[in-house]
């Protein structure tokens, strides 16, 4: 099996956040016994699983900043890193963030200058500029591209050399659905792209070098590439979860807190609305969409950072506060605590 991966990634944002370690490349490093994957980032951390823990030979990783330039750090000794994980990870990473940040002052930014700490070619991995020959014959291309709009630019430059039924994933920065339809447009122009390309996603859900997880896209793959991939996921990220595709920027991406606090407060609604209330899943859903559609349309009218000029979050202390019962009970205080301090 080849497995192409599109982008090196630069570790000066994960640095920059405050909020990431390097717990999973830890992991992995110590059970195969190669320390120097203990501080590998973004895609570099997927192909060294990939080889180690799946047995893939065949990897090749695409970036322009090969050719322009990639700081390598070497102020960390690897194994004084996973020594320092096992224990308390921010016991090492805010000097490892400290230095990042120092670097990155002077550093162009990607596709000009790049931050990694490990060399991919040091690992086995082998690298290129040219995205058409890493994705010549790849069975897989694992895509890590710029914000979705410049995808379609970068893709149609190689999209003529993908092998027909070869699985096509994202790992971030463009929703499973503009991703599926990049290769719809492209096979629309009457390029040579072969119609039976299998799109889906390799979804880490937060930074790889820190969690050992994925997801898996449903809806535009075959059964077999989905069984595929959450085979290679589950043995290569430890934890592989499949979900729609339209589903996958909610659950994965920034919005995913908004996300987790919608879904919670739908399904404590629903169980204090139908099982203490007794109403009927028809009433309760139709007040949950109500609910919904007009918060949205509220937002999408006035602009996210106007709505409390429009809803003054106290309108809801006196009303909200009638449900706080059942499965809603448990969540419910918590919210309005939160909506008091908004509150005018």
């Not at 040091?122 to 995808?151: H, S």
Request: aromatic share 6%; net charge negative; charged share 25%.
């Amino acid at each position: 099996m080849k497995v192409a991966i599109l982008g090196a990634g630069c570790y000066r944002t994960h640095a920059a956040s405050g909020i990431t370690n390097f717990s999973r490349a830890c992991e992995v490093a110590e059970s195969v016994g190669k320390p120097e994957i203990a501080m590998t980032h973004s895609t570099i951390t997927m192909g060294a699983e990939l080889k180690e823990l799946c047995g893939i030979k065949d990897i090749v990783i695409s970036d322009p900043v090969f050719e322009n330039g990639i700081m390598f750090i070497d102020d960390f000794e690897y194994e004084n890193v996973i020594e320092a994980h096992k224990e308390n990870p921010e016991n090492v990473m805010p000097d490892i963030r400290a230095k990042v940040n120092e670097v990155a002052k002077d550093l162009p930014k990607p596709p000009k200058g790049a931050i990694h700490f490990t060399d991919p070619e040091d690992l086995g991995l082998k690298i290129t500029t040219d995205d058409v020959e890493a994705v010549a014959d790849a069975d897989w291309i694992m895509t890590w591209l710029p914000k979705g709009d410049m995808q379609m630019g970068i893709i149609e430059k190689f999209a003529d050399n993908i092998k027909e039924g070869a699985i096509l994933t994202h790992a971030c920065t463009v929703p499973t659905t503009m991703f599926q339809k990049i290769f719809e447009d492209l096979t629309s122009a009457e390029m040579n792209i072969a119609p039976k390309v299998n799109v889906s996603s390799y979804h880490p859900g937060a930074v790889p070098e820190m969690k050992g997880q994925v997801y898996i896209a449903e809806g535009y793959a075959n059964a077999d590439s989905i069984n595929k991939l959450v085979e290679l996921g589950q043995t290569a990220r430890g934890n592989a979860y499949t979900l729609p595709a339209e589903l996958l920027g909610p659950v994965c991406d920034m919005c995913s807190a908004l996300t987790a606090i919608t879904y919670a407060g739908i399904l404590g609604y629903r169980d204090s609305v139908m099982d203490v209330l007794g109403a009927p899943a028809g009433f309760a859903q139709m007040m949950a969409k109500e609910s919904l559609e007009q918060i949205t349309t509220l937002m999408e009218k006035v602009d996210i950072d106007k709505m409390e000029d429009h809803l003054d979050p106290a309108a809801l202390l006196g009303t909200a506060d009638s449900m706080n019962f059942g499965a809603t009970g448990e969540i419910l205080p918590t919210i309005l605590e939160a909506l008091e301090k908004r509150s005018k």
